[in-house]
């Protein structure tokens, strides 16, 4: 089977009972994407699958060959972060960071459904999809933080949006 995660390209022959969280972490070594409930209630293994969000503990990789797979390693890497991820470290968007690459995964695939107009279950207008915090939270619901960073986590994805987020403050030690 054949596969591009991150824009490299595997020749390999997992199992065909493989979820594509297995894939990647026991047969990739990418341990990026967190496996949190292995049921497809937390989000912890959100990947970008042809750019759309997906759980990965849900699908199986043989339905992704020839898919092209992000994870948070293809998203941006130490020295080069992605916007997302310098805005989750500002605004304090990670708390433990179990949640973190899964998070970030979303929200990613989450602007980009705004950007191209699709609407959400919270969107007042069909047409014209305004990017406001209901919206955020609504699109967002399918990752879970048990710390609770929701606020922080909303004040990174508006930042990103080029929308105004609140400044963190900063604390001279």
Known sequence: M????????????????????DL???????????KGCDHGQCG???VLINGRRVNSCLSLAV???DDSIT???????????????EAFVRHDGYQCGYCTPGQIC???????EVKRGWASH??????????DDDEISERMSGNVCRCAAYPN???AIREVAGQKAATPEKVDA
Do not use: W
Not at 6 to 21: A, F
Not at 71 to 85: F, K, R
Not at 106 to 112: F, I, N, P, R
């Open 63 to 65: 339905m992704h060959q």
């Open 44 to 46: 912890a293994c959100t």
């Open 153 to 155: 986590i909303v004040d």
């Open 2 to 21: 054949h596969f591009t995660i991150n824009g490299q390209y595997y020749d390999i022959e997992p199992d065909i009972r493989t979820s594509v969280l």
């Open 71 to 85: 994870t948070i390693e293809g998203i941006g890497q130490v020295g080069d972060l992605h916007p997302m991820q």
């Open 106 to 112: 979303s929200a990613v695939g989450m602007l980009d």
């Open 24 to 34: 990647l972490r026991e047969h990739l070594g990418l341990t990026g994407s967190k």
């Open 122 to 131: 919270v969107s007042a207008d069909l047409d014209s999809v305004t990017l």
